[in-house]
T-cell receptor, first 116, second 114 residues
């Protein structure tokens, strides 16, 4: 499968615990995005990378959230001291560089977080 | 502030009815526009996109959308829907710069009665 891969697909944790999600993008894609989606809402932008550089972080992303893409390939999203409000689907998407502007996003299946 | 508004939260249609889903955006500068679809149990996938040129763009499965710059709109249309079109539809906008992010609307759930 050459699509975007996310792991784990579902994580159940207790409040206060740390969780980490991993995203493996399509191999030739330079851009990688993280979104959060809750029921009945559209994907909410969290952050994105151009290769290993983190270009922008949403103001929604508190200090408890950190994302990395150390070698410009896979990325991790860590949430420290989880809260019940963090329960959501965390989506990863990758995109090739567009010759003009932003390109099409290719989404993974998502990682669902449930905080008890 | 950058934003995307989808005014219809849930649309219910019968098969063969015509569809139009509204999308308005607020985003400084030249934009790229997208419609994504999420079928039940599947991941988001691109339905169609507008980058430049003809403001009427055609996508997969008979969908089309029209970019009206003066109205900051990018409405999705289909002349005759099918039961298999039941899904959630998301409008999205990105800046023309290669460093721009893409932001999404809240989505419209489309239910088709067979």
């Amino acid at each position: 499968d050459t699509g975007v891969s996310q792991n784990p697909r579902h994580k159940i944790t207790k409040r206060g615990q740390n969780v980490t999600f991993r995203c493996d993008p399509i191999s030739e894609h330079n851009r990688l995005y993280w979104y959060r989606q809750t029921l009945g809402q559209g994907p909410e932008f969290l952050t994105y990378f151009q290769n290993e550089a983190q270009l922008e972080k949403s103001r929604l992303l508190s200090d408890r959230f950190s994302a990395e893409r150390p070698k410009g390939s896979f990325s991790t999203l860590e949430i420290q001291r989880t809260e019940q409000g963090d329960s959501a689907m965390y989506l990863c998407a990758s995109s090739p560089d567009g010759t003009a502007g932003t390109g099409e996003l290719f989404f993974g299946e998502g990682s669902r977080l449930t905080v008890l | 502030a950058q934003s995307v508004s989808q005014h219809n939260h849930h649309v219910i249609l019968s098969e063969a009815a015509s569809l139009e889903l509204g999308c308005n955006y607020s985003y400084g500068g030249t934009v790229n526009l997208f419609w994504y679809v999420q079928y039940p149990g599947q991941h988001l996938q691109l339905l169609l996109k507008y980058f430049s040129g003809d403001p009427l763009v055609k996508g997969i499965k008979g969908f089309e959308a029209e970019f009206i710059k003066s109205k900051f709109s990018f409405n999705l249309r289909k002349p005759s829907v099918q039961w298999s079109d039941t899904a959630e539809y998301f409008c999205a906008v990105g800046g023309y710069s290669s460093a721009s992010k893409i932001i999404f609307g809240s989505g419209t759930r489309l239910s088709i009665r067979p």
